[in-house]
């Protein structure tokens, strides 16, 4: 028996909840049900989570699924027409909206090596800098501020800083119900086709793959200006300790033009590489 919130195995029973069990952890003091796996709730930062995914696991990441969740353009589907042959390494059906089980095969096996490669990288980094350039961009502002519970942030816009100390990284993001918004980073599982964001050997681990309880901290700074505070943010944070794949604000180039086609660019032409050959 494991602490849902920090994994310690230091528990014991404290009575019943709604006819479950509940526990109590020795170390963390924090109390938990034990029941029903999916139907289970935990509550983090005051906001209600499945405990379907607590933590990014290696066994739990890269899950082969087959469907397409990027179309693809008109000029290639009739390429793919005119050579059904070169389509079927990629995919199974002529409108290209499953993959084929051999391209499903290579992507998890890819998606698995850059998952080694981010926690080698990980696990090379020194925390105490790592806390030491967090608290610099921290006091870089009065008005960002340390959040205990979120349903306090409920329809405020802003800018959140989750920071997941264990893997020394932090994602800095936007939106118009910061509450809203970090719980779906929590109850979301990135697609199995977009895991890889640019090659193997350089893709930064989407937020989304982590588990809720792996962000241990949350800030925010409320504000209307988002995307140029969100901007400036992430360029005062050292990109060794952000996991944001883009450049602050360009994830949603949408928001300025209805070209779709640009968005995309904009997006890969402001895609954030990492480098794993670090030392601490």
């Known amino acids: 028996m494991k602490c849902l919130y920090c994994e310690s195995q230091h528990v014991q029973k404290d009575g019943n909840n709604k006819g479950h ?21 935990i509550e983090h930062f005051g906001m209600k989570t499945k405990n379907e995914r ?8 890269a899950i082969i699924d087959k469907k397409v969740h ?10 793919y027409k ?29 998606c698995l090596v850059n998952f080694d490669y981010n926690m080698n990288y990980f696990n090379n980094l020194d925390w105490e800098k790592f806390d030491k350039k967090l608290n610099k ?3 870089s502002s009065k008005k960002i501020i340390e959040v205990k519970n979120l349903k306090e942030f409920l329809n405020v816009a802003g ?28 109850s979301a599982k990135k697609e199995f086709d977009r895991l890889i964001f640019g090659n193997v ?20 700074y409320p504000t209307y200006d988002c995307y140029l505070i969100e901007e400036k943010l992430v360029s005062l944070m050292d990109p060794m300790y952000l996991l944001n794949r883009t450049a602050g ?6 928001t300025y033009t209805n070209d779709k086609t640009y968005a995309l660019l904009a997006v890969a032409a402001n895609r954030k590489k990492r480098n794993f050959d670090i030392k601490k």
Not at 25 to 32: A, H, L, N, S, Y
Not at 201 to 220: E, P, Q, Y
Request: proline share 2%; charged share 30%.
């Open 137 to 139: 961009l921290i006091k």
């Open 54 to 61: 607590l933590y990014i696991t290696r066994n739990e990441y």
């Open 201 to 220: 050997d350089n893709s930064i681990l989407s937020i989304d793959s982590f588990g809720a309880l792996d962000t241990t901290r949350i800030f925010v």
């Open 82 to 110: 005119i050579n059904p042959e070169k389509r079927k390494k990629h995919y199974d059906d002529e409108e290209c909206t499953v993959y084929s089980d051999s391209w499903c095969e290579n992507h998890q096996n890819d």
């Open 159 to 186: 800018v959140y800083i989750m920071v997941l100390d264990k893997y020394k990284q932090i994602y800095i993001g936007l939106s118009t119900n910061i509450a809203k918004r970090i719980q779906s980073h929590w």
């Open 21 to 41: 069990q509940r526990y109590k952890c020795m170390e963390c003091g924090k109390r938990f049900n034990f029941g029903k796996y999916e139907n289970h709730f």
């Open 249 to 254: 604000g360009i994830g949603s180039a949408e």
């Open 70 to 79: 990027n179309k693809l353009p008109n000029f290639i589907l009739e390429d």
